[in-house]
C-alpha cells in the first residue's frame, strides 16, 4: 500500500464549471502523476510532479493545470470543464531509491455533462 | 509520439488454461512493467522488467523483456477467475522524471 488516497471518488459536474481533484500521499515520495483513462487508450499522462512548485505537461495536458504547494497534495484542476474530460482519473507515486515502479491511487470518476 | 500496441485487445478463455499477451513498440525502452486493474480500482504492479532479455516470474506469472528492447509478453499459467481484469504494458520513457507510456490493455474474462 503506497499511501495514496484521491478526493472525491465520483463527481458529477455541468459543462463550463471548474472542477479540482486532490491526490494526497503518506509517504513524501518526490514524484506525483496525474493520467486520465478512457476506454481504448489505456492510461495517459496529464501532468506530473518533480516536486513541491515543480510541474510538466504530459502527453494529453490541454485544458488541465495541476499545483504542488506540499509534498503530500498534488491537484488537479479542470478551469472550465467540457464532456470530452469525462474520464476515470489516476494519481501516482514513484517510489525514490531510483525504481521505476509507479503505484497508483483509486482513482476518481468525473462526468461532466 | 511513443506508443505501445498492447495484443490481443481481449480475451475469454476457460479455467485452467494458460494465456499470453504482448506488447511492442517502435521504441526502445529501458524498463518495462505490467499492471493488472481489477474493476473500479487502480492499476497494480505484477512484474517489472529492466533488462534486455530477462525472464521474470511472480507466482503463475511470467514476464520477459524482449532482446531487442522493443516488446515484452507476460504469460499466465493456469488461469483461475481470479485472474479476471485488465492487463496493462508500460515502457519507461527517456529524459528522466519515470514518466511511463502505457498499452491500450489486454481485457481478460475466465469462463469457470
Known amino acids: 500500500d503506497a499511501g495514496i488516497t484521491q478526493s472525491p471518488r465520483h463527481k458529477v459536474t455541468e459543462t463550463g464549471t471548474p472542477v479540482t481533484l486532490r491526490c494526497h500521499q503518506t509517504e513524501n515520495h518526490r514524484y506525483m502523476y496525474w493520467y486520465r483513462q478512457d476506454p481504448g487508450h489505456g492510461l495517459r499522462l496529464i501532468h506530473y510532479?518533480?516536486?513541491?512548485?515543480?510541474?510538466d505537461k504530459g502527453e494529453v495536458s490541454d485544458g488541465y493545470s495541476v499545483s504542488r504547494s506540499k509534498t503530500e497534495d498534488f491537484l488537479l484542476t479542470l478551469e472550465s470543464a467540457t464532456s470530452s474530460q469525462t474520464s476515470v482519473y489516476f494519481c501516482a507515486i514513484n517510489e525514490d531509491g531510483g525504481t521505476d515502479t509507479q503505484y497508483f491511487g483509486p482513482g476518481t470518476r468525473l462526468t461532466v455533462l | 509520439g511513443q506508443q505501445l500496441n498492447q495484443s490481443p485487445q481481449s480475451m475469454f478463455i476457460q479455467e485452467g488454461e494458460d494465456v499470453s499477451m504482448n506488447c511492442t513498440s517502435s521504441?526502445?525502452?529501458?524498463?518495462w512493467l505490467w499492471y493488472k486493474q481489477d474493476p473500479g480500482e487502480g492499476p497494480v504492479l505484477l512484474i517489472a522488467?529492466?533488462?534486455?532479455?530477462e525472464l521474470t516470474s511472480n507466482g503463475r506469472l511470467t514476464a520477459q523483456f524482449g532482446i531487442t528492447r522493443k516488446d515484452s509478453f507476460l504469460n499466465i499459467s493456469a488461469s483461475i477467475p481470479s485472474d479476471v481484469g485488465i492487463y496493462f504494458c508500460?515502457?519507461?520513457?527517456?529524459?528522466?522524471?519515470?514518466?511511463?507510456?502505457f498499452g491500450a490493455g489486454t481485457r481478460l474474462a475466465v469462463h469457470p
Open positions: 521504441s526502445i525502452f529501458n524498463t
Open positions: 522488467l529492466y533488462k534486455a532479455g
Open positions: 510532479s518533480y516536486g513541491v512548485k515543480d510541474t
Open positions: 508500460a515502457g519507461r520513457i527517456s529524459g528522466g522524471y519515470n514518466k511511463l507510456i
